[in-house]
């Protein structure tokens, strides 16, 4: 049994910060991608950040000089830096990992259940 768990959303003023996080655990035997998505209301779901097992970043062009993606992989724990936050940054972000059972050994795509990031004023 695996889980990703969020956490650091928050309100926060335009032009804050804010770190999210997202931890896994339990039957984990490797974690490959991990990535963070965003869907704010009436919008579909996009992509926000990706990072591979050796590092390699990937951000949507909004994000891009503000947002930095970033993993420990000791702790199976990836995180969100996101600085000069704009109104249009609000949306319930998600976490998603590709993680190989230490049971099954399948590889699957699990998901957390969202942390809520509302930037206003």
């Known amino acids: 049994q695996v889980q990703l768990v969020e956490s650091g959303g928050g309100l926060v003023q335009p032009g804050g910060s804010l770190r999210l996080s997202c931890a896994a655990s339990g039957s984990i035997f490797v974690i490959y991608g991990m990535g963070w998505y965003r869907q704010a209301p009436g919008k579909q779901r996009e992509l926000v950040a990706t990072?591979?097992?050796?590092?390699?970043?990937n951000y949507t062009d909004p994000v891009k000089g503000r947002f930095t993606i970033f993993r420990d992989n000791p702790k199976n724990t990836v995180y969100l830096q996101m600085n000069e936050l704009k109104p249009e940054d609000t949306a319930l972000y998600y976490c998603?990992?590709?993680?190989?059972?230490?049971?099954?050994?399948?590889?699957?795509?699990?998901w957390g259940q969202g942390t809520q990031v509302t930037v206003s004023s």
């Open positions: 990072i591979t097992s050796g590092g390699t970043t």
């Open positions: 998603k990992g590709d993680i190989r059972d230490r049971s099954t050994r399948y590889v699957m795509n699990y």
